[in-house]
Nanobody, 121 residues
């Protein structure tokens, strides 16, 4: 089995920073794309940022220039550095990863349980 465990959420004032981390564990051959999604109350889950195994990032327009995604392939981790946070960034943030457990298997999409980020004064 594979697990994704997020950490780093919390309460921060507008303009502040937080760093989210996600670690994948279990039966892992390799990990393709890793990413972060978020879901605010009453809204659909949306992509925040994703990064390929080779390190190419992709960001939602709403976070470009403020958030930075990074990964460590050796440690099976992905991080999201969030700066200049705004109240509209408040949401539950979910880690996502496309993971192959064996070389001959297709990747399976896994989700973490989520970590709450609240931006408020």
């Amino acid at each position: 089995q594979v697990q994704l465990v997020e950490s780093g959420g919390g309460l921060v004032q507008p303009g502040g920073s937080l760093r989210l981390s996600c670690a994948a564990s279990g039966s892992i051959f390799n990990i393709n794309t890793m990413g972060w999604y978020r879901q605010a109350p009453g809204k659909e889950r949306e992509l925040v940022a994703a990064i390929t195994r080779g390190g190419a990032p992709n960001y939602a327009d709403s976070v470009k220039g403020r958030f930075t995604i990074s990964r460590d392939n050796a440690k099976n981790t992905v991080a999201l550095q969030m700066n200049s946070l705004k109240p509209e960034d408040t949401a539950v943030y979910y880690c996502n990863a496309d993971i192959k457990s064996r070389s001959y298997l297709q990747g399976i999409n896994y989700w973490g349980k989520g970590t709450l980020v609240t931006v408020s004064s």
